[in-house]
């Protein structure tokens, strides 16, 4: 079964997180879709979609000519690709918690990227909890920060392919999970073994968190 006769038509896509799109479908690889709502590309992981229909062209106007994609039409686009071509531009991805993230993609591992945002520094994100992202126009920064007031600033250590390994080198330091969305997320990270994470909260419980749901992780 394909998807391709959607390609080019008026859609409504309802993906994880009980959230729903309607735009034009630009393009489909094999485990990722364009859909652009007249305002912003999303480029969306076909791992979150639930459903997708087709609408009428009367039902959704788009409001603007649609623009230089951030990917070569020549290439066939995939999740990994997209994610390379992104590094360096200034993008917007949405993970978890109704907060998105602006900033840029340093690096592509494995099963997780590096993400440098002015606000949280470097957020390691785990790619099968990136539920969309948006590329933002070249001449834009974020926050309209200045060259000199943003400078993108890799964390210096080398990283592991490997989410869980990569986490195991903050053992015993305080640590962020899923952008603090919960109090029970910020704590000291005690142990990282078998797909688990042991937090030690402000009041000194331990708690334990499934890393399998855990969206992303950064040091406070």
Partial sequence: MSMNHYINK?????ISGKTTFVGRLIDLGLDIMVLYNGHDYLYIPLLHMHRLRELSE????????????????SQRISYRNILQQAKGKFIEIYVTGGKSLHGYITSVLNDYLVFYSPVYKNVFVSLHHLKWLTPYSNELTPYSLSDKE??????????VRNFEEQLKKYENQLVVLDLGDQSEKIGVL??????IVEL????GESMYWKLAHVKSVHLP
């Fill in 10 to 14: 008026i859609v409504e896509l309802d």
């Fill in 58 to 73: 009367e039902d959704y106007t788009v409001l603007r000519e649609i623009e230089e994609n951030l990917i070569e039409e």
């Fill in 190 to 195: 005690k142990e990282v073994s078998n797909n």
């Fill in 200 to 203: 030690i909260t402000a009041n």
């Fill in 150 to 159: 943003l400078p993108v600033r890799p964390a210096s250590a080398p990283f």
